[in-house]
T-cell receptor, first 112, second 112 residues
Framework: NAGVTQTPKFRILKIGQSMTLQCTQDMNHNYMYWYRQDPGMGLKLIYYSVGAGITDKGEVPNGYNVSRSTTEDFPLRLELAAPSQTSVYFC???????????FGEGSRLTVL | SQKIEQNSEALNIQEGKTATLTCNYTNYSPAYLQWYRQDPGRGPVFLLLIRENEKEKRKERLKVTFDTTLKQSLFHITASQPADSATYLCALDPGGYNDMRFGAGTRLTVKP
């Protein structure tokens, strides 16, 4: 089992460009999340999904969009990239709403 | 406003000593709390979960306490080793779909 796989691992974007961070999990978990991590700030929840076809906003959703067409995939779309979106992004999944979270290895995004 | 505060950004201790990390929260009523370990450049890895009706939880050299009156969790590593050096994150459930909220983390360094 690969667990949670994120691509790309690194990316540099210019201001105003768009991109999609891909996330796929082979754990058959219903709950999936996107967090961003900034130095000294802790992980902040961007969006989450409790199952295919269902998504909801987290703490910091502005500038992002998600979709959940299958149980396995939960891509994060950045529209009109801004320097404030420079961060490390983690895709996460869990099988229950009270269990441990499984993290991907992260995607480091720089917007210049 | 809601806050999760971990006692210090960095903690240095000598090998063999007990490391104690603190997580304080305000304006949350979590049903459970989790602790994660994060190594540089990697995603966090789950360590322990403790529920509001549990005072203490142990796993090998790790011990977690949860005091809902003080709104505090303590995380202890006994007989610490250099391999325990990492950043430790506390996370709590805000009462939703396991959309955990994280503290900024404490970077622990265990010196030989």
């Amino acid at each position: 089992n690969a667990g949670v796989t994120q691509t790309p691992k690194f990316r540099i974007l210019k201001i105003g460009q768009s991109m999609t961070l891909q996330c796929t999990q082979d754990m058959n978990h219903n709950y999936m999340y996107w967090y961003r991590q900034d130095p000294g700030m802790g992980l902040k929840l961007i969006y989450y999904s409790v199952g295919a076809g269902i998504t909801d906003k987290g703490e910091v959703p502005n500038g992002y969009n998600v979709s959940r067409s299958t149980t396995e995939d939960f891509p994060l779309r950045l529209e009109l990239a801004a320097p404030s979106q420079t961060s490390v992004y983690f895709c996460v999944c869990t099988g229950t709403n009270t269990g441990e979270l499984f993290f991907g290895e992260g995607s480091r995004l720089t917007v210049l | 406003s809601q806050k999760i505060e971990q006692n210090s950004e960095a903690l240095n201790i000598q090998e063999g000593k007990t490391a104690t990390l603190t997580c304080n929260y305000t304006n949350y009523s979590p049903a459970y709390l989790q602790w994660y370990r994060q190594d540089p450049g990697r995603g966090p890895v789950f360590l322990l979960l403790i529920r509001e009706n549990e005072k203490e939880k142990r796993k090998e050299r790790l011990k977690v306490t949860f005091d809902t009156t003080l709104k505090q969790s303590l995380f202890h590593i006994t007989a610490s080793q250099p391999a325990d050096s990492a950043t430790y994150l506390c996370a709590l459930d805000p009462g939703g779909y396991n959309d955990m909220r994280f503290g900024a983390g404490t970077r622990l360094t265990v010196k030989p």
